[in-house]
């Protein structure tokens, strides 16, 4: 039980379907985190959310749109993907943006 | 920005040897430095962390040293064991907002039985 969860675990989509992806919490942390994660490349830093509120978005395309309901919850809704999303998509949150982070499993993301 | 160089990439070491992980950052004024393991299937996982006001942290065979005037810093797992195999990830963060959390690119580490 690492405390965040993520679902589904693996998604397959066409580029013109649209689905989300949600993160759920436990630890009672007030930060929470999407990441992409591709092969060979560094962790990608997508969304931040503290206390609910958007912190940054780093010029992501806006076929990524995250929506944080409460403290506890985050999802990352996709549409009209292209197949260079494909990757490992990871929440993570924490105490504080200046604190240690935890993550999920990941989901992992096709795009046909 | 921020830029962590991570090396070596892949690290193959005997059981029961030490493996060494260093990375470097380029901004001066970040001053949080976590390493995480990521097995197969798994997300990344906290293993050790160290804040700028420290030179040194040690759990256990796990330890993290942090010199400020290189900018580098380095993971050192003593008597390696076939389960320490994963790949590795360094992040420094200026500790102001999550925007500024970058990790390293990540080392392969597998320890030979």
């Known amino acids: 039980e690492t405390g965040v969860t993520q679902t589904p675990r693996h998604l397959v989509m066409g580029m013109t379907n649209k689905k989300s992806l949600k993160c759920e919490q436990h630890?009672?942390?007030?930060?929470m985190y999407w990441y992409k994660q591709s092969a060979k490349k560094p962790l990608e830093l997508m969304f931040v959310?503290?206390?609910?509120?958007?912190?940054e978005n780093n010029s992501v395309p806006s076929r990524f749109s995250p929506e944080c309901p409460n403290s506890s919850h985050l999802f990352l809704h996709l549409h009209t993907l292209q197949p260079e999303d494909s990757a490992l998509y990871l929440c993570?949150?924490?105490?504080?943006?200046?604190?240690?982070?935890?993550f999920g499993d990941g989901t992992r993301l096709s795009i046909l | 920005g921020e830029n962590v160089e991570q090396h070596p990439s892949t690290l193959s070491v005997q059981e029961g040897d030490s493996a060494v992980i260093k990375c470097t950052y380029s901004?001066?004024?970040?001053?949080?430095f976590p390493w995480y393991k990521q097995e197969l299937g798994k997300g990344p996982q906290l293993i050790i962390d160290?804040?700028?006001?420290?030179g040194e942290k040690k759990d256990q065979r796990i330890a993290v040293t942090l010199n400020k005037t290189a900018k580098h810093f380095s993971l050192h797992i003593t008597e390696t064991q076939p389960e320490d195999s994963a790949v590795y990830f360094c992040?420094?963060?200026?500790?102001?907002?999550?925007?500024?959390?970058?990790f390293g690119p990540g080392t392969r580490l597998s320890v030979l039985p």
């Open positions: 993570a949150s924490s105490t504080g943006v200046d604190q240690p982070q935890h």
């Open positions: 630890l009672g942390h007030n930060a």
């Open positions: 959310y503290s206390l609910e509120e958007r912190v």
């Open positions: 901004d001066s004024a970040s001053n949080y």
């Open positions: 160290i804040r700028s006001n420290v």
């Open positions: 992040a420094a963060s200026l500790g102001v907002n999550g925007q500024n959390f970058v």
